[in-house]
C-alpha cells in the first residue's frame, strides 16, 4: 500500500527512474529544482539538474532542501510559503509520485495553486495512489490545525477532479482554467508529523 514519508536519500534511483518517466511534463507537489537567490529574504537560491542529481551527495544536498521547506525559520523567495514536501511510495519502497501542502495561502494560490499539489509517476497512475497520498496529507493537515484545504486542477483533469471529490472536495468555482475545491482535513487524534513515514 502507497504511503506519504518525507523525502530521504534513500529513494534516488526510483525518484530519479520516475523523473525521467515524466518527460519534462509538469509534476505538482515536488517544487522546483531550480530558484534564483532572493536578497532581500536571505535566500540563497539552488539550482539541481538530473545528471547533478545522480550524484549521492548532491542528491542529499536535495533532500536537506526539500526537508528544510517546511520549517517557517528557513530562507525562501518572496511570496513562497513553508511547505511540507512528501513523497509517495509504495511496499517495495518504489517512489511512485510527490505530494506537497503548504501551509498557508497567498493571493496567487487563493486563486490558482491551494494548500495541496501532487502528482503520480505515469507508470502508477489509476492504481489508488493518489487517493491514498491525498488522505494521509490530509490527515496531516488536521494534525496540523487546519480545518480545510484548497486543492485545485485543471479543468479538464478528470483524474484528479475525481480525486479531489472522493475526498469530500466542495466546488467553489473555476478561475483561469482551473477548478478549486475545499476539502476537509481529517480528524485524528496522533501528534502533528505521526502520520509521516
Known sequence: ???????????????????????????????????????????????????GLEDPDEFRRFVRDRRAAELPETPRPSGHVPCTFLWIVGDDDEYLGSIALRHELTDVLLEQGGHVGYSIRPSARRQGHATTALRQTLELAGEMGMDRVLITC????????????????????????????WVPTIATDRPAGAVIG
Open 1 to 51: 500500500m502507497a504511503q506519504i514519508v518525507r523525502p530521504d536519500a534513500r529513494y534516488q534511483r526510483s525518484y530519479l527512474a520516475a523523473h525521467d518517466e515524466f518527460d519534462g511534463a509538469h509534476r505538482d507537489g515536488d517544487g522546483d529544482w531550480e530558484q534564483a537567490a532572493d536578497p532581500a529574504t536571505g535566500f540563497a537560491g539552488f539550482a539541481f539538474t538530473r545528471e
Open 154 to 181: 485543471e479543468e479538464d483533469n478528470a483524474a484528479s477532479r475525481t480525486t479531489i471529490e472522493r475526498a469530500g472536495g466542495e466546488y467553489e468555482d473555476s478561475r483561469a482554467g482551473r477548478r478549486r475545491y
